[in-house]
């Protein structure tokens, strides 16, 4: 059987990618003030990958990294999420796409009013079949996960930066989605809360076989990667730098 390596990892041709993009195209504004942001945007990433996308700022990353996780909707192309076609998707459809997903953000978007474990619990509300004991088992399984057993009642308040995304960090994987968005999570971080934060996805991501993609500009933690992708002025420049070469 042919097959094609990436990195340090080898994937069947007949594997299915979780992301599938094809030929997108994406634009702001309208009429005169019309501007395109996304040229002709080609990638595919497989199950288990650990994807970094880097670039300068504004060259689109995080545009298409909102198109991905059904925050837009695309408008040229196709792109398929766990082989759903979220082109010409309604607002119900991308909305079921998204609870497919974890996401992690740059600033961890914890609500403030809810505790470390009310915050993890409130990613599993979005699944009718877990019931309440089941989602305070779940949740709480998950901050141990994440080194945090003893901070489950903390408010974010009373928890430093590096403890507030690890709390993202749980609660985007508390679901065990198939694929986890990341948008800058180390960007507020001191160097070692980096390192720990991203070591962590890194570990649970590949205990629990999901697919992380990453965007990013901190050049510490490119190691992680099985891939790094990079994207300058809309256009994906080059999406096959592994690791290792």
Same mark, same amino acid.
């Given at each position: 059987?042919?097959? =094609?390596?990436?990195? !340090?990892?080898?994937?069947?041709? +007949?594997?299915? &990618? ?28 497989? &199950?288990? +990958? ?23 909707? &695309?408008? +040229? ?9 979220? =082109?010409?998707a309604n607002q119900e459809q991308l909305i ?12 961890? !978007? ?20 877990i019931s309440p004991t089941e989602r305070y ?80 500009? /901190?050049?510490?933690?490119l190691d992680v990667a099985d891939r790094i ?10 999406? /096959?730098?592994?690791? !290792?070469?």
């Amino acid at each position: 059987m042919q097959t =094609l390596t990436l990195s !340090n990892q080898t994937h069947c041709l +007949e594997d299915q &990618p979780v992301i599938s993009v094809r030929n997108l195209n994406h634009y702001f504004g309208q009429g005169s003030l019309k501007k395109q942001a996304l040229f002709d945007i080609s990638l595919d990433i497989y &199950p288990g +990958e650990i994807v970094l996308m880097t670039g300068p700022s504004g060259s689109g990353k995080t545009t298409l990294l909102t198109l991905i996780c059904g925050l837009r909707s &695309p408008q +040229e192309g196709s792109l398929q999420l766990l082989n759903q076609e979220l =082109l010409g998707a309604n607002q119900e459809q991308l909305i079921q796409a998204r609870r497919k997903i974890g996401y992690i953000f740059q600033a961890h !978007n914890l609500l403030k009013s809810l505790t470390a474990l009310q915050n993890v619990q409130m990613s599993l509300q979005l699944h009718a079949n877990i019931s309440p004991t089941e989602r305070y088992e779940r949740a709480t399984q998950m901050l141990e996960a994440v080194g945090l057993g003893d901070r489950i009642h903390y408010y974010p308040t009373g928890l430093s930066g590096g403890q507030k995304q690890r709390v993202a960090i749980a609660r985007a994987l508390v679901s065990h989605p198939r694929v986890v968005l990341a948008d800058e999570p180390t960007a507020a971080l001191d160097s070692k809360s980096g390192r720990d934060v991203v070591n962590l996805m890194q570990k649970l991501a590949k205990e629990q076989g999901c697919t992380i993609l990453m965007v990013t500009h /901190d050049n510490r933690i490119l190691d992680v990667a099985d891939r790094i992708i990079y994207m300058e002025d809309g256009v994906l420049v080059s999406n /096959d730098k592994g690791k !290792n070469e």
